[in-house]
């Protein structure tokens, strides 16, 4: 699948986020994937987007803005 995430891709998360409201200098989204990938809210108070190696990105970018609502809500 996708080993590598460019500015298309963060284009298209950067769509996603910007429909929620969340400001583009609050996310961090790492150039690498992983497996799996994951949404986290950091100590900073950032949101870390990393996207999932193993699904096909646009079917992970569905689910995205879910993942972003659990790890915001989380306590």
Known sequence: MLEA???KE?????AITDALGIHREAL???L???APG?????LSGKIEIT??????????LVRLP???RQ???AP
């Open 38 to 42: 994951r949404v986290r809210k950091l």
């Open 10 to 14: 963060i284009e298209k998360i950067f």
């Open 51 to 60: 996207v999932d190696a193993e699904m096909p990105f646009d079917e992970w």
């Open 71 to 73: 790890a915001t809500e």
């Open 66 to 68: 879910a993942l972003i």
């Open 5 to 7: 995430v460019t500015m």
């Open 28 to 30: 961090v989204i790492p």
């Open 32 to 34: 690498g994937t992983a």
